[in-house]
Each structure stands twice: as C-alpha cells, then as structure tokens.
C-alpha cells in the first residue's frame, strides 16, 4: 500500500482544511488513521476509521472539530478539520495497518505511512 497525504496548508484560527489521503492497493482492508507531529515534538495519534468505516476514534483534543471518513470506491481517506487552533500546527501523516491488534495510538502498530503534509495555524 503506499500512501499519498495532501491537503495541508496555512490558515487563519477558526478556520478549515480539509486533508486527503490517496492510497493504492487493498485500501479498504486497511484502518486508516492520522498523526501528526508538532516540531520538536512526539508523533501523536489524531484520529482512527475502520477499514469499513463503521467506526471513528478521536483523540479529545480534536472531538467536535475534526471529522474523519473514508470512500472505499476511491481508495481516499479525508480528515475534515474545522474550528482550527494553533495548537493544531503540525505535520500530519496518514497510516494503515492491515492487522487490528495493539493500541490504535501506536505509531508501532502501522504497516504503512504517507509522507506528510503540513498543517499551519496562525493566531
């Protein structure tokens, strides 16, 4: 599977993006999630969907304003992310993992990564 992420860019607080992520090969056996990684920072979890899509988990920091989802037809992920905040800056990367076992937060846990696309949130 290789991931493509994109999307990213540098908005005002309050405001919104929308992220992508284009994937090739067996897409919809995969859940999919975001991390990001602020400079000088860990990279965190974000954000989780199903390979079916049934489920979405959160990180709290961003429930209520960011909305994953997924179109298994076209192999393409989507973090809508509304409300931003500067604290929200970061480089967000897209991951899957073909096996559900181990913590969802785990950066450990995924078989593949996009490349990154960066998030810029002006105060």
């Known amino acids: 599977v290789q991931l493509q992420a994109s999307g990213g860019g540098l908005v005002q607080a309050g405001g919104s993006l929308r992220l992508s992520c284009a994937a090739s090969?067996?897409?919809?056996?995969?859940?999919m999630s975001w991390f990001r990684q602020a400079p000088g920072k860990e990279r965190e979890f974000v954000a989780q969907?199903?390979?079916?899509?049934?489920?979405?988990t959160y990180v709290e920091s961003v429930k209520g304003r960011f909305t994953l989802s997924r179109d298994n037809a076209k192999n393409v992920m989507y973090l809508q992310m509304n409300s931003l905040k500067p604290e929200d800056t970061a480089v967000y990367y897209c991951?899957?993992?073909?096996?559900?076992?181990?913590?969802?937060?785990?950066?450990?846990?995924?078989?593949?990564w996009g490349q990154g696309t960066l998030v810029t949130v002006s105060s």
């Open positions: 991951a899957a993992r073909f096996n559900p076992v181990g913590l969802r937060t785990s950066t450990r846990t995924y078989d593949y």
């Open positions: 090969g067996r897409f919809n056996s995969y859940d």
């Open positions: 969907i199903t390979w079916s899509g049934g489920t979405t």
